[in-house]
């Protein structure tokens, strides 16, 4: 098992420059989520889902959008990367039921210039 | 808005020390409290897990408890070593608090 994974670990965008990040989990989780982590402070949900083919609004949603077209699989899209989205962006997925252990990923270091 | 307070903000103490982190959440609904600690530049690593039938959990020198009644739960750390450094965290479902910053000096 390879838990949570996140691709790439690192990158740096020009301001207006979009990408993608992918979020994959082989646990067989229902629920998937987009953190970001900025200096000095806790994570912030930006966009979560409960389910293939379902995505939801987190507290900072804004400028960024998401996928879940297949279960073990959360894409995080910027399409227009401003400097402000410059953070660490945490991945993790649970089961959705039962005890709620959330499993997170190495995260994605994002500079955006 | 729901909130996690985590106290105190950062701790430094010597190596052998026995430590109370602690963890306050304003959302009554909680079904269980997960505790991660974080090291510097990395992920979130579990460490324990109370489930809302339980009032607290061991793991080797690690102990928590949770009274979700006053909306607390507290991370025990028996004899403390420098491995321990790092940002503990006890997210309340998807919520975070900004942790508390552990430095154990050898």
């Known amino acids: 098992n390879a838990g949570v994974t996140q691709t790439p670990k690192f990158r740096v965008l020009k301001t207006g420059q979009s990408m993608t990040l992918l979020c994959a989990q082989d646990?067989?989780?229902?629920?998937m989520y987009w953190y970001r982590q900025d200096p000095g402070m806790g994570l912030r949900l930006i966009h979560y889902?409960?389910?293939?083919?379902?995505?939801a609004k987190g507290e900072v949603p804004d400028g960024y959008n998401v996928s879940r077209l297949k279960k073990q699989n959360f894409l995080l899209g910027l399409e227009s990367a401003a400097p402000s989205q410059t953070s660490v962006y945490f991945c993790?997925?649970?089961?959705?039921?039962?005890?709620?252990?959330?499993?997170f990923g190495p995260g994605t270091r994002l500079l955006v210039l | 808005k729901q909130e996690v307070t985590q106290i105190p903000a950062a701790l430094s103490v010597p190596e052998g020390e026995n430590l109370v982190l602690n963890c306050s959440f304003t959302?009554?609904?909680?079904?269980?409290l997960q505790w991660f600690r974080q090291d510097p530049g990395k992920g979130l690593t579990s460490l324990l897990l109370?489930?809302?039938?339980?009032r607290e959990q061991t793991s080797g020198r690690l102990n928590a408890s949770l009274d979700k009644s006053s909306g607390r739960s507290t991370l025990y750390i028996a004899a403390s070593q420098p491995g321990d450094s790092a940002t503990y965290l006890c997210?309340?479902?998807?919520?975070f608090g900004s942790g508390t910053r552990l430095s154990i000096r050898p």
């Open positions: 993790a997925s649970s089961t959705g039921t039962g005890p709620e252990t959330q499993y």
């Open positions: 646990m067989n989780h229902e629920y």
């Open positions: 889902s409960v389910g293939e083919g379902t995505t």
């Open positions: 959302d009554s609904a909680i079904y269980n």
């Open positions: 109370i489930q809302s039938s339980q």
């Open positions: 997210p309340s479902k998807i919520i």
